[in-house]
Structures are given as C-alpha cells and as structure tokens.
C-alpha cells in the first residue's frame, strides 16, 4: 500500500489532499472588500476585523457571529447569511450563496448558489449544491448540483482514529488523515437521512438511501444492501428539472458530456455488481 504523501505523488494524489489544503488556499487568495458591508450591530466579529471581508453586495441579518480568529473570512456579492449562523474562518462565501441559520467551520468553501444549512467544516461544496437542512459534512469534497437530502451525515473519523484508507484509482491508498470524509460526485442525489462512510465515494449521478458503506459507482442508485442501474434518460430528466428549478436548463455539451461518462463508467458497475433492472 503506498501512501497518498509519498515522494512519487502529483501535487494532489486526490481529493484528500484538496480538502487538507484549502484553508491554506482560503487564506492565501482571501483579498479585502472593495466595498465593505455595514454589518448589524447585533452581528459579533471575533478576532481581527480585516480577516473579515464582507463584499456591500451580501446580506448578513442580525445575531450573526463571525469568528475570525483562525483565519480569513470571505462573503461575496449576493451571499445571503441568515441569523443565528456561526461562520469561523479560514471561510469562503460564494456569490449568491445562502447560509441557513448553519454552523460553519474553518476550512470551508461553499461556492456559487449553493444552499447551506446545518453544520458543516472543512468541506468544499461545489457551485449549485443543496445541503439547506441539518446534517453533518466534515472534511468532504462535494460537487456540483448534488442534493443533500435533510439528515444526511457523513463520517470523517474511524473508531479506532487511525488514518482513512479508501480506494482510489483501482487500488488501495492511505490518505495520511485521521479525519477525512466522503466524496461526493457531480448531481448525486441522497435520500433524507442517508450516511455516507468515511473515505467512502458516491459516483457522479447516482441516486443513495440508507447507509453508503460502500463506494457507489456512477449511475447507480443504492441503498444499503444492493446496487441498481440508473437508467440514462431518467438521470438526464432528473438533471433538467434540477436546473429548471434554478431557471437553468442543461446544455447539449452537457448532455453529451453526461452520456459519455455513463458509457465510460460501465465497467465501474460491472465490477460492483450493480444489477440492471427496475429501481424497487
């Protein structure tokens, strides 16, 4: 088994190394509001007041707390955080991004139009992903219009708190981290109350309910105990009507692009076991 920080390793071995580095990337491209917000006197900044850089353009209700101490904290324009939100830094905000009354941790990016709620720290959650009700993601990489479902909680930590082994590329990598979570791919669904194992992976597109201790291949819904095939054209209607909610539609690149890895990731299924037929 050869380690994720060997010598022989690219700058990132994989998205472990991307989640440990991010604050360090928060902190080293944070850059000062050209126009700072006036913030609610109820709002409470802990720590330095120019680690907080809050673009004029956002919305920070009352009864928010700001705690600066760790390291910068990034709001961009059209940011929305309701009240009772705690946001500790390093932070980044994304433009039209909501917070939900949440409990943010350090090392967290949350970018474009993503919707937040509950508690989430040293996460990355791609553009346009939905986490808006309780739950708990640490030390994940989650991607694009993924939709996590209320009580979905992933774990980042062992119970015997040795480092994360998970499977990458075909083989077995230790990712040197004690606390590591899942990866999430693009326009995954998870079903309320789902939990999702530490260093475990959930494929681009597929559908999850119950408990994912296992990797979960693209294009497959699974719920605990067994693994279906997604039909393509029901992934795709899916994806539509995601984005039709956000007044967006997919374009043809896009839907070749998804149709291209759906036929790319066969393999992936088979070797899983994923079975084809008709979702229960």
């Known amino acids: 088994m050869r380690s994720a920080s060997s010598p022989q390793s690219p700058l990132f071995a994989g998205y472990w190394d991307l989640v440990q580095s991010n604050s360090l990337a928060i902190a080293g491209q944070a850059r000062r509001a050209e126009d700072p917000l006036p913030l609610p006197r109820s709002v409470e900044v802990r720590g330095p007041q120019a680690n907080l850089m809050v673009d004029d353009g956002a919305d920070v209700e009352g009864n928010v707390t700001f705690d600066a101490r760790l390291g910068p904290i990034v709001v961009e324009k059209g940011a929305a955080i309701e009240s009772f939100s705690r946001v500790m830094g390093p932070c980044y905000v994304g433009p039209r991004a909501k917070i939900f009354s949440a409990l943010i941790g350090g090392g967290t990016s949350i970018f474009e ?161 994923v079975k084809k037929g008709l979702l229960p």
């Not at 991607?143 to 499977?167: D, I, M, Q």
């Open 113 to 273: 139009s993503c919707k937040v709620g509950g508690q989430v720290e040293n996460s990355i959650i791609s553009p346009f992903t939905n986490k808006a009700h309780h739950g708990y993601v640490g030390d994940s990489y989650v991607g694009s219009w993924v939709n996590l479902g209320a009580g979905c909680t992933f774990s980042n930590l062992k119970n015997t708190y040795g480092t994360v082994r998970l499977e990458a590329g075909g083989r077995k990598v230790d990712s040197g981290m004690v606390k590591l979570g899942p990866v999430i791919g693009d326009m995954a669904k998870l079903s309320i109350g789902t939990l999702v194992y530490a260093g475990k992976s959930v494929g681009t597109a597929s559908m999850v309910s119950g408990v994912a201790a296992v990797n979960v291949p693209s294009f497959a819904y699974h719920d605990g105990s067994k693994s279906v095939e997604l039909r393509l054209e029901s992934v795709l209607e899916t994806q539509r009507r995601m984005m039709e909610r956000r007044g967006m539609a997919p374009t043809r690149a896009e839907e070749g692009l998804l149709r291209k890895a759906f036929s790319e990731t066969a393999g992936e299924r088979a070797k899983a076991g």
